[in-house]
């Protein structure tokens, strides 16, 4: 089964009030709205959980590419999670990484599934990243 994601996540105030939310479409154009809010939060902690819970949703052996808005989430699963496992998740900066608790249930939920990741410029017109915006606020 392939599939299409698009994720978005935000917060009033940082921290503060926040929400995520996530469509899903799979290869015969199905499409599901899942969202979800918190009462006190960070907008990249939203940004995170909502392919976290996109992901549980989808079968193992998956194809899936997910869009998302947030260079934080993109740049983190594609490129800093590894140096972070190997540094006992110890940053760049030789700081605690942020949000690892969620970051380790996202690298556990890609495991076994082929993702593409792809940055999304927020708030242009793509009518799939505006609707995971609404869901998320």
Sequence with gaps: MKYVVYTDGACSGNPGPGGWGAIIIDDKENQISISGKEKSTTNNR??????????????????IIIYTDSTYLKNGITIWIENWKKNGWI?????PVKNKDL??????????KLINWKWVKAHAGNRYNELADKLAT
């Excluded at 939203?46 to 194809?63: F, G, N, R, V």
């Excluded at 940053?91 to 700081?95: C, E, F, H, Q, V």
């Excluded at 970051?103 to 076994?112: G, M, P, R």
Aim: proline residues 3%; charged residues 35%; hydrophobic residues 40%.
């Design 103 to 112: 970051w380790v249930v996202l690298n556990k939920l890609t495991e076994k």
């Design 91 to 95: 940053n760049a900066n030789r700081k």
């Design 46 to 63: 939203m940004e995170l959980t909502a392919p976290i819970m996109a992901l549980k949703k989808i079968k193992e052996s998956s194809k």
